[in-house]
């Protein structure tokens, strides 16, 4: 009998999946002060983050810029947010950022996906003797020597 729990306990153990990374405490509380100057700080107990909107909040705990956000709220670019957090000991940016997706999930019931847009570009190309500015769908490869 023993040797058989040996067995399934190493089979349950790595069938398990790992939790997202979360903070240990964290507070989050709207900011109503007309003060336009906003804060975030990082340090080894957690993070503070003081008068922050949400809109920019996103794009760092997601590594995207901010106009890769689409469809979101109005509230998003206006109301702004005082958060104090603290991390487990040894914790990396990789896993604040991690954190961050996870607070924005469970208070702010943020709902997501990814997905590919074309957008329209242009490309700088050389021409014989001068710049050219063209659609980047007609621009050529540049030659190599």
Same mark, same amino acid.
């Given at each position: ?50 008068? $922050?909107? %949400?809109? #920019? ?14 469809? !979101?709220? /109005? ?46 570009? $242009?490309? %700088?190309? #050389? ?14 490869? !540049?030659? /190599?020597?």
């Amino acid at each position: 009998m023993l040797r058989a729990a040996f067995f399934v306990f190493p089979l349950v153990l790595f069938g398990q999946v790992a939790a997202p990374p979360a903070f240990e405490v964290a507070s989050v509380r709207q900011n109503s002060s007309p003060e336009p100057q906003s804060e975030f700080h990082t340090s080894p107990s957690g993070v503070t983050i003081t008068n $922050y909107r %949400l809109q #920019f909040l996103i794009p760092y705990a997601f590594r995207i810029a901010v106009y890769q956000v689409a469809g !979101a709220p /109005t509230w998003l670019e206006t109301n702004k947010y005082d958060i104090v957090a603290r991390t487990p000991a040894g914790s990396s940016e990789d896993q604040l950022r991690l954190m961050l997706q996870q607070l924005l999930v469970d208070r702010f019931k943020l709902q997501f996906h990814r997905e590919h847009k074309d957008l329209a570009g $242009y490309a %700088l190309v #050389f021409g014989e003797g001068w710049t050219k500015v063209r659609d980047r769908k007609k621009a050529r490869p !540049a030659r /190599t020597r």
